[in-house]
T-cell receptor, first 115, second 111 residues
Framework: NAGVTQTPKFRILKIGQSMTLQCTQDMNHNYMYWYRQDPGMGLKLIYYSVGAGITDKGEVPNGYNVSRSTTEDFPLRLELAAPSQTSVYFC??????????????FGPGTRLTVL | QQQVKQSPQSLIVQKGGISIINCAYENTAFDYFPWYQQFPGKGPALLIAIRPDVSEKKEGRFTISFNKSAKQFSLHIMDSQPGDSATYFCAALSGNTPLVFGKGTRLSVIA
């Protein structure tokens, strides 16, 4: 199993551009998450999904959109990129609700810079 | 407000020493408390986790101590090694809600 894979690893965007961060998991997990990590600020939840066709907002959803058309894929869309979106983005998945004690498995991250 | 407060922000420990990272929470509905370890350039990975029905859980050199009445839990790393140098995140969860993470502690173990 590859686990959780993310592409691209690095990306530089100009202000106002848009892009999609890709996330795929091969563990047949129902739950998927997108986080952003800013220096010294920990992990902040952007969006999450409890299954195909179901998504919900996290703590910092503004400026982002997601979709979940399949169990495996959970892309994150940035529209009109802003410097405040410069961050490292992590995708994660878990088999059930994390409350059941299931481990969240994280991808390697995408480092995004908006200039 | 669901929040987990983690301290210290950074920690330097001599090789062989004990590293201690503390977390506090307010939401008494939290019922699962994991710790994640993150090496530079990598995603976080689960290190150890505890439920509030026990006061301590040990896995090798890593121990979680849990104080339900004080709403605090801590990670102890015994015989700390340079390879333990990483950022550590505590987290908490209630029911079906997503994990709430602390802000992280950057640990440096020096020889």
């Amino acid at each position: 199993n590859a686990g959780v894979t993310q592409t691209p690893k690095f990306r530089i965007l100009k202000i106002g551009q848009s892009m999609t961060l890709q996330c795929t998991q091969d563990m047949n997990h129902n739950y998927m998450y997108w986080y952003r990590q800013d220096p010294g600020m920990g992990l902040k939840l952007i969006y999450y999904s409890v299954g195909a066709g179901i998504t919900d907002k996290g703590e910092v959803p503004n400026g982002y959109n997601v979709s979940r058309s399949t169990t495996e894929d959970f892309p994150l869309r940035l529209e009109l990129a802003a410097p405040s979106q410069t961050s490292v983005y992590f995708c994660a998945s878990s088999g059930q609700t994390s409350g059941g004690g299931d481990t969240q498995y994280f991808g390697p991250g995408t480092r995004l810079t908006v200039l | 407000q669901q929040q987990v407060k983690q301290s210290p922000q950074s920690l330097i420990v001599q090789k062989g020493g004990i590293s201690i990272i503390n977390c506090a929470y307010e939401n008494t509905a939290f019922d699962y408390f994991p710790w994640y370890q993150q090496f530079p350039g990598k995603g976080p990975a689960l290190l150890i986790a505890i439920r509030p029905d026990v006061s301590e859980k040990k896995e090798g050199r890593f121990t979680i101590s849990f104080n339900k009445s004080a709403k605090q839990f801590s990670l102890h790393i015994m015989d700390s090694q340079p390879g333990d140098s990483a950022t550590y995140f505590c987290a908490a969860l209630s029911g079906n809600t997503p994990l709430v993470f602390g802000k992280g502690t950057r640990l440096s173990v020096i020889a």
